[in-house]
């Protein structure tokens, strides 16, 4: 596979992340880009050491099975704009992504912008395709 294909089905899988990201219908669909030994990590602005941080894809997926087991009437959509590949080899790659995240109650006229961010991906490419091994928020300030 060349480089130029390796970044699309990247770019495809980051695109489906956020779709089951925004559903949380499905866990196991969110779980599935994930290694077996992921990393999820966010770093509020400016702080040195994570806000959250979980070392295994046990605590991914038990979080994921609490946040889709609680009914939310917010409807949040990720909106990743701009991809950055930073470093792409057969079997690994390092994206950073501008994401912003808004959220609308039932009764909001529009969206609303409730928090930016950039992410940093690490990925890996096994049989089953590219899965995130390690993804770290860097939060924007608050607006």
Known sequence: MSTAEDKLAILEVM????????????PSALLSHYTPDAVWEC?????????????????????????????????????????LFREVTGSTAVTRTKVMVTAQRPDDPA????????????????????????????RDPAA
């Not at 695109?15 to 499905?26: K, V």
């Not at 770093?43 to 009914?71: C, W």
């Open 15 to 26: 695109t489906s992340y956020f779709f089951a990201l925004d559903a949380l219908a499905d």
């Open 111 to 138: 969206p609303r912008v409730r928090n930016t961010a950039t992410c940093e991906g690490h990925w890996r490419k096994g049989t089953d395709g590219w899965k995130l091994a390690k993804w770290t928020i860097f």
């Open 43 to 83: 770093y509020n602005h400016g702080e040195k050491e994570p806000a959250l941080r979980f070392d295994s894809r046990e605590q991914i997926e038990q979080v994921i099975a609490m946040e889709s087991a609680t009914p939310n009437p917010v409807l949040l959509r990720h909106h990743q704009c701009g991809v």
